[in-house]
């Protein structure tokens, strides 16, 4: 099953000024990626994590900023 996976981008864990864990990273230079622990998880059937895309920051800015997340 592994060799029928396409690798999309690696991400990175970092905590929040709240204390949560959450991972990011970029799918290109345009598009980050940011996966979140699902807070209104209500049941079993609900997800676990939240996969959110978002407009990625120019790479300088996110360098400045100390955001490791480039991929």
Sequence with gaps: MKDDLIRL???WRHESKSGQTYYSGRLNR???VLIFKNEAKKDEKSPDLTLCLG???PKEKAEA???DSAF
């Design 9 to 11: 981008c690696g991400l």
């Design 65 to 67: 900023s100390g955001d």
């Design 55 to 57: 407009k990625a920051e």
């Design 30 to 32: 345009d598009v980050s």
